[in-house]
């Protein structure tokens, strides 16, 4: 069974950093692409970050800059590093993977960037 557990998520201030984790399970992790993505209060999720199994990565243009997707395909883990984090960053973040036919998501960590 797929399955995706995040953590890392937390309260920062405005400028901050923090880095989320993804661990997948039930699955070979080293072939398939990954994404994070947000859901803001009120707002419907979004797309924030993807990368595929060779390492390419790709960012919704609101975070380039600031946030790095990467995967430890040893620890069957995906990484989100944010660095100069905004009050608009605050949301729900999930991971999610597309795994023979199956779409799958985590349940999400809470991300507050407040002072």
């Known amino acids: 069974q797929v399955q995706f557990v995040e953590s890392g998520g937390g309260l920062v201030q405005p400028g901050g950093s923090l880095r989320l984790s993804c661990a997948a399970s039930?699955?070979?992790?080293?072939?398939?692409?990954m994404d994070w993505y947000r859901q803001a209060p009120g707002k419907q999720r979004e797309w924030v970050a993807t990368?595929?199994?060779?390492?390419?990565?790709n960012y919704v243009e609101s975070v380039k800059g600031r946030f790095t997707i990467s995967r430890d395909n040893a620890k069957n883990t995906i990484y989100l590093q944010m660095n100069s984090l905004k009050p608009e960053d605050t949301a729900v973040y999930y991971c999610?993977?597309?795994?023979?036919?199956?779409?799958?998501w985590g349940q999400g960590t809470q991300v507050t960037v407040s002072s």
């Open positions: 999610k993977g597309k795994v023979s036919g199956g779409t799958y």
């Open positions: 039930g699955m070979s992790f080293r072939l398939y692409a």
């Open positions: 990368i595929t199994n060779g390492g390419y990565t």
